[in-house]
């Protein structure tokens, strides 16, 4: 294996090619990134990014020299266009060819559109930092944000605007925010500290159209008739995986690139981060395996999740009480427990659990317990 | 080898402590890492490697001398 190409030049890329150079990797790595950034954190874009508190010279995830160390061909501000997988080809948009013996897609997903939303001046997506510093760069006093979607990034986006005297409303589909990954019990508290910073919360709510005042937008309409008006909307409805490129690559695209245990999706080809739809089974994961890690603000409570959350069996309070404001759920998969979330708990009283969570505790035993020892 | 940790950007998850306990702790309160060790030996390189690569929030800077 002499030469690989790492497509996607953000976190799983880069991790992947730090990963390969230090497996001791000395061939040639090329890295092709449509961005013209050097690989940057997104999870800050909501947060600090928005909130003003770090301007986007902050998101680098490595300085210049660790990249240059990588010895990387760095391909910034190009889109791969294609990649024939008989010739073991990659075609960059430039019209170059590259070749490749190892293939790495790291190419991540993108925000499912509005219908219709795009072009409109003042309806934003958030993934990149040209899209958050335009949303900062609109959140002001007074100002009337309407955001579709009460998912993670609609509703940091909710709390941060807020707290800019932002009037928010936040359009949700489902019955209640947030439900569908961490439960009723937890998706209703989480709900219960926006509206008490004054975020207007509609569940059941679909939206059906925009309205626009010139070629910008002005409001926000759902099924019902009536008419939410609006400075500016954020659309977070979710992602798509970004595996248009590989139309007619002969690869198995469902929800992301179907790959193995081993991010393995086709001889020579790998798939890592968030295009990867690995088909892992987390009911039969290996003990000690490394334990997925999730956060998230909500207003000033961090939220943290370790393990699996989203298609749990059960949930139940194992710590705490979300009476108080604090707590620790325990979620299971088949008889085991297979993930917590803990809600603004001290982290002392988080560590144990996520040994538990990695050890995969009986969930019978570990919902009996206070607490583990 | 040196290690340095930025507490502000540090995200609490402890991915790092999980990889090199020897040398990373977090803080009973809030979880932010806790250097242990910043100047550790040679042999332990490919852990620290390991941890700057599964932090999170790029927190975890590796200075090899
Ligand atoms: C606003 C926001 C907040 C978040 N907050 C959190 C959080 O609090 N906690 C958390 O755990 N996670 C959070 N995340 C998720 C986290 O950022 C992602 O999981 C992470 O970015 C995934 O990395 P990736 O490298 O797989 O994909 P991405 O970061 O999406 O990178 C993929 C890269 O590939 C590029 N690309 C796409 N197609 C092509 C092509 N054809 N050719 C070349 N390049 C291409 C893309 O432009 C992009 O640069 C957040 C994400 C967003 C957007
Ligand atoms: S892995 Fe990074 S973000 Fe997580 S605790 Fe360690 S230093 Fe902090």
Redesign the pocket.
Same mark, same amino acid.
């Given at each position: 294996m002499r030469r690989v190409v790492v497509?996607?030049?953000?976190?799983?890329? !880069?991790t992947t090619a730090e990963a390969l150079r230090r497996q001791g990797f000395d061939g040639l790595l090329t890295m092709?990134?449509?961005?013209r950034h050097p690989?940057y954190? +997104? @999870?800050? !874009?909501?947060?600090q990014i928005l909130t003003g508190q770090w301007g986007p010279e902050h998101l680098r995830l490595r300085p210049e020299s660790d990249i240059e160390a990588l010895d990387l061909d760095l391909r910034l501000g190009?889109? @791969? @266009?294609g990649v024939d997988r008989a010739r073991r080809t990659v075609a960059? @948009?430039d019209g170059s060819t590259v070749p490749y013996d190892t293939l790495i897609i790291?190419?991540?997903?993108?925000?499912r559109p509005f219908p219709g939303g795009r072009g409109i001046a003042g309806v934003h997506v !958030? +993934?990149?930092q040209e899209d958050?510093v335009a949303l900062r760069d609109r959140l002001g006093s007074g100002r009337r944000l309407v955001i579709i979607g009460a998912g993670?990034?609609g509703t940091?986006?909710a709390a941060v605007a807020r707290r800019r005297d932002v009037d928010v409303t936040l359009v949700e589909s489902a019955a209640q925010p947030l439900a569908r990954i961490i439960g009723r019990d937890a998706g209703r508290f989480l709900t219960g500290i926006h509206r008490e910073r004054g975020v207007r919360i509609l569940t059941g709510v679909r939206v059906a159209a925009l309205d626009t005042a010139g070629d910008a937008v002005s409001g926000v309409r759902p099924e019902d008739g009536r008419l939410l008006p609006a400075d500016d909307v954020l659309v977070a409805i979710g992602s798509l995986p970004?595996t248009?490129?590989l139309r007619g690559s002969g690869l198995d695209m469902g929800d992301g690139l179907v790959c193995d245990v081993f991010s393995r999706c086709a001889p020579g080809v790998y798939a890592?981060?968030?295009?990867?739809h690995n088909l892992l089974n987390p009911a039969d994961a290996q003990p000690f395996a490394p334990v997925p890690?999730?956060?998230?603000?909500q207003c000033e409570v961090r939220v943290q999740a370790h393990g699996y959350l989203p298609g749990h069996a059960e949930s139940a309070v194992l710590d705490g009480d979300l009476a108080q404001g604090r707590a620790l759920i325990g979620y299971s998969r088949g008889r085991h427990l297979t993930g917590v979330l803990a809600i603004g708990m001290p982290f002392g009283a988080v560590r144990a659990w996520r040994t538990a969570v990695a050890r995969r505790t009986e969930w019978a035993a570990a919902a009996s317990l206070p607490a583990p020892a | 080898m040196k290690v340095h940790i930025d507490e502000h950007r540090c995200?609490a998850g402890g991915q790092c402590v999980l990889v090199a306990p020897d040398v990373f702790d977090q803080r009973e309160e809030d979880g932010i890492v806790v250097l242990l060790d910043d100047s550790p030996a040679s042999d332990k390189a490919g852990e620290l490697q390991e941890a700057v690569v599964v932090c999170?929030a790029a927190a975890i800077r590796l200075d090899q001398a």
């Open positions: 497509v996607g030049a953000s976190a799983a890329g !880069l092709i990134g449509d961005e690989p954190d +997104r @999870a800050p !874009l909501s947060k190009v889109a @791969a @266009a960059p @948009a790291a190419t991540g997903v993108r925000p !958030l +993934r990149t958050a993670f990034v940091e986006v970004n248009d490129w890592v981060g968030d295009v990867a890690y999730f956060w998230t603000d | 995200v999170p």
